[in-house]
């Protein structure tokens, strides 16, 4: 046989092979599996004080069955009630926190007590300091979410100056805001 005929032949071989390979591929019917992420269990937030302030704790998140359980230990506070919200933004490089924006509120709603049905869903109440300064909360909450459009990840805590009174809009009228954290996913 030729030499160029040779050539011919393994050319038109290797196409051919390559085209049923081809062929048999299926057009993807299916999307590519995701790449699973952690496993979301627990969120916690490390508070730290804003300019001029020595407001410093420790907010947890862990889901029951009834919904969050809403865990926070914290100091230097003056005594008495503080507006407790989730912001919109995970952001506290500004002094004063409001880096951090308005309420956290996905769903639309008008400002308002924990329990109420109608709330933002970054509304979580007043917490008490004491006469020491300390502050401890615990509450299951059942609006916010730790997963899906309402999860709280990589948003921001506030604690504010003033007692929050659940009716003036937007924000409770709480006053400054005293410290600033983002809520990251904890181990499980
Ligand atoms: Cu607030
Ligand atoms: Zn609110």
Not at 115 to 124: A, C, E, I, N
């Amino acid at each position: 046989m030729a030499v160029w005929s040779k050539y011919f032949l393994r050319v038109v071989l290797g196409w051919g092979v390559l085209l049923v390979l081809a062929c048999q591929q299926k057009p993807a019917e299916k999307p590519a599996p995701q790449p699973a992420g952690p496993e979301v269990r627990k969120a916690v937030a490390v508070i730290h004080p804003t300019e001029g302030n020595n407001v410093r704790g420790v907010v947890s998140f862990v889901i029951l069955e009834g919904g969050v359980m809403i865990t926070a230990d914290v100091t230097g506070l003056p005594p008495g009630p503080h507006g407790f919200h989730i912001h919109q933004y995970g952001d506290c490089t500004s002094p004063d926190g409001k880096s951090a924006g308005g309420h956290f509120n996905p769903t639309g709603e008008k400002h308002g007590a924990p329990d109420s049905l109608h709330r933002h869903v970054g509304d979580l109440g007043n917490l008490i300091a004491d006469e020491n300064g300390e502050a401890h909360y615990k509450r299951l909450d059942t609006v916010l979410k730790l997963v899906g459009p309402t999860s709280i990840i990589g948003r921001g805590i506030i604690i504010h100056e003033k007692a929050d009174d659940f009716t003036s809009q937007p924000t409770g009228n709480a006053g400054a805001r005293l410290a600033c954290g983002v809520i990251g996913i904890s181990k499980p």
